[in-house]
C-alpha cells in the first residue's frame, strides 16, 4: 500500500496563487501514474490533473492554464501549482494513483474574499 500525505492548502483571494505538496510513503514503486482529486461541498470528487512516471500531464478543463502538476521522484511528493484561484476552485484536494490506494486527509483550499 501507498500513503499519501497532502499538504499546503489555506484561504486565499480571488486570484491568488497556491501550491500544493503530496508526500507518498509505503510501496512507492508503484506510483507511475500520480493525479490530483478535489471534492466540493455537496459533489462528488473530480479528477484534476494527471502526470505520468515521465513526466505527461493532463487537466481538467476548468483547471487548464492556470493549475500545473509536477512531481519530484526522488522526494516522491506530487506538487499542484494554482494560480488566478477562483471561487469555484474551493474543496478539498486529493492525491493519488492508479489503482486507487486508500485516501489521505486531504488539504482545505477555500477561495473567498
Known amino acids: 500500500q501507498v500513503q499519501f500525505v497532502e499538504s499546503g492548502g489555506g484561504l486565499e483571494q480571488p486570484g491568488a496563487s497556491l501550491r500544493l505538496s503530496c508526500a507518498a510513503s509505503?510501496?512507492?514503486?508503484?506510483?507511475?501514474?500520480m493525479r490530483w482529486y478535489r471534492q466540493a461541498p455537496g459533489k462528488q470528487r473530480e479528477l484534476v490533473a494527471t502526470?505520468?512516471?515521465?513526466?505527461?500531464?493532463n487537466y481538467a478543463d476548468s483547471v487548464k492554464g492556470r493549475f500545473t502538476i509536477s512531481r519530484d521522484n526522488a522526494k516522491n511528493t506530487v506538487y499542484l501549482q494554482m494560480n488566478s484561484l477562483k471561487p469555484e476552485d474551493t474543496a478539498v484536494y486529493y492525491c493519488?494513483?492508479?489503482?486507487?490506494?486508500?485516501w489521505g486527509q486531504g488539504t482545505q483550499v477555500t477561495v473567498s474574499s
Open positions: 502526470i505520468t512516471n515521465s513526466g505527461s500531464t
Open positions: 493519488n494513483t492508479i489503482p486507487a490506494q486508500p
Open positions: 509505503g510501496r512507492t514503486s508503484s506510483l507511475y501514474r
